[in-house]
């Protein structure tokens, strides 16, 4: 088997483990891992072979970009407290602990590469924690911190693992030129993203092309890591940046086609790419075991150790956090997202699983340093980096759902539906708003104006039907049952002549390109489900 056979396999399999995830309530990433460690058992599968400097670049900014459709800016600024406490603090918190014990049990293993190990090691992988959590139905506000520490995790990490990788490879370290380092590089990243952000979004109104503008947003995000990182930005904030730029500014209410094709097509390349990359997490088991031949004693007693440090330490320091942001949010009534019991701070600390970003920086490292050698001590952080990665993705991975069950932790039913009562409300309210001023302009006959006032009202109340009167909850069942069998009917029409033109395409002497043209019509139709004018 070559590497592109090894490729399309691990593409179906991301594919497929969807439904397979779905229906034994696993999470895909996990399965993909195994699917990969079970390849890397197979004599006939090559071992993988991806240069290093390409790893970042290739996974991570589809990935982040992808992670941001799902969120949003007021979520970041509602979250700034848990997110800085976690993705910041407890990222810093974690390499230092690492670090330490690292130096202290690998020998030859000098300060600067025991700080770029604990790095790759300490961020939570956004994609793993929110693929997770995302199915297994758990309060909003706990998906959305795990989504924004996921995110912001890895712009802290990936950082100061280049700080400290530079220090290693030059052989010297300097504590405000590090720190420049860490300043210069958040800002040459917020600018580029901010930049590009407002270039994509200009551009974007020039195209009226679906197909152009979905194709420009996958561009996007390795372009800004790229400029990013020809700058000596960070790449992965200058990514986070131009998305979360674009999810703010480059909306079009209107664009309805686009905005659909556009989600399916990301969740499209988030399936394949994070199939693909925790595929390849278990596939490197045959780097790993290569790494520790002859040395199984001192490679597993090191790597269990580094293990239960990072994930003890963010039990460690979840408690306080969590205990300190709830105090906080008390006394100082912020409109904030915090864990609000000790189970859900359970679930957060069993939820930071590391994936892509620990694999990718630790592949990541260079073979050597400035003077020639050797980096120092690197088949001991590659098996620690691989420990850590599979150890947290298949123990808590698979262990989650039950610890959720088990613990009882459910969404805020009650938070849910009365956030969606009033965004109901509000859609009447902009709905009859809009009918108003129509009124005003045109000279509409009553009869349609009754008919477009209940047109209004039922886009409300099928967003909420409890927003409903009981008065006119009968006569708006009715209309609904009327509406869903119109729409039945009219569907068996539009299927009946979309049969028809597809014989057409294949007679003799048929032109397909005007077939073409007509199918797309009738797509276009039924996407937007148009029916028939209610009658009184």
């Not at 700034?80 to 918190?93: H, P």
């Not at 390795?222 to 480059?250: P, Q, R, W």
């Not at 007679?507 to 937007?528: C, K, Y």
Request: charged share 20%; aromatic share 6%; net charge negative.
């Amino acid at each position: 088997m070559d590497q592109l056979a090894l490729l399309l396999l691990l593409l179906l399999g991301a594919v497929v483990m969807v439904p397979v995830g779905e229906r034994l309530s696993l999470p895909p990433p996990v399965l993909m891992t195994l699917i990969g460690v079970a390849l890397a058992l197979l004599p006939w599968v090559p071992n993988v072979r991806v240069p290093p400097d390409l790893i970042l670049p290739l996974v991570l900014p589809p990935l982040l970009y992808a992670a941001v459709q799902r969120t949003s800016w007021r979520q970041f600024v509602a979250n700034k407290r848990a997110i800085f406490l976690l993705a910041v603090a407890l990222v810093f918190v974690t390499t230092a602990a690492v670090a330490a014990l690292a130096h202290a049990m690998v020998p030859g293993l000098p300060v600067a590469a025991a700080v770029a190990l604990g790095a790759l090691v300490a961020p939570p992988d956004p994609v793993a924690a929110t693929a997770v959590a995302g199915r297994l139905g758990l309060p909003r506000r706990m998906v959305s911190i795990l989504e924004g520490e996921g995110l912001f995790n890895d712009v802290a990490a990936i950082v100061l693992y280049h700080v400290a990788i530079a220090a290693a490879v030059s052989g010297s370290f300097s504590l405000p030129s590090a720190a420049g380092t860490l300043a210069l590089s958040a800002v040459v990243a917020v600018a580029v993203g901010l930049l590009l952000g407002w270039a994509t979004s200009k551009l974007m109104g020039l195209l009226d092309d679906p197909t152009l503008q979905i194709g420009l947003t996958l561009l996007v995000p390795f372009a800004a890591y790229v400029l990013a990182e020809e700058f000596h930005g960070s790449g992965v904030l200058a990514v986070l940046t131009t998305a979360l730029f674009l999810s703010e500014h480059a909306a079009d209410a209107d664009d309805v086609l686009g905005r659909l094709a556009g989600r399916t097509f990301w969740e499209v390349v988030d399936t394949l790419v994070t199939g693909v990359a925790f595929g390849l997490i278990g596939l490197e088991l045959h780097a790993v075991v290569g790494t520790a031949a002859g040395r199984w004693d001192e490679f597993l007693g090191t790597g269990a150790a580094i293990v239960a440090v990072v994930v003890g330490m963010r039990l460690l320091w979840l408690l306080p956090a969590a205990w300190l942001a709830k105090r906080l949010h008390q006394r100082r009534d912020y409109d904030e997202d915090i864990p609000m019991s000790w189970r859900e701070t359970v679930i957060m600390w069993w939820s930071g699983m590391r994936g892509v970003a620990s694999v990718a920086l630790a592949l990541a490292i260079p073979f050597t340093v400035d003077d020639g050698g050797d980096f120092p001590a690197r088949d001991e952080i590659l098996f620690i980096a691989f420990s850590v990665v599979l150890a947290t993705l298949l123990i808590q991975g698979l262990s989650l759902p039950w610890l959720v069950r088990r613990l009882r932790v459910s969404p805020d039913a009650k938070a849910e539906e009365a956030f969606e009562r009033e965004l109901a409300e509000r859609v009447l309210k902009a709905t009859r708003r809009r009918l108003k001023e129509i009124e005003e302009e045109e000279d509409l006959p009553d009869e349609l104006l009754e008919q477009l006032a209940r047109r209004a009202y039922d886009l409300g109340a099928r967003i909420c039907p409890d927003i409903v009167a009981d008065d006119r909850r009968e006569s708006h069942e009715r209309r609904v049952a009327r509406g869903k069998r119109l729409q039945h009917i009219h569907g068996e029409l539009l299927s009946a002549a979309r049969h028809e033109v597809l014989a057409v395409r294949s007679e003799p002497g048929a032109d397909p390109e005007i077939t073409d043209r007509v199918l797309h019509q009738l797509d276009m139709r039924s996407l937007r489900g148009t029916l028939p004018p209610d009658r009184p």
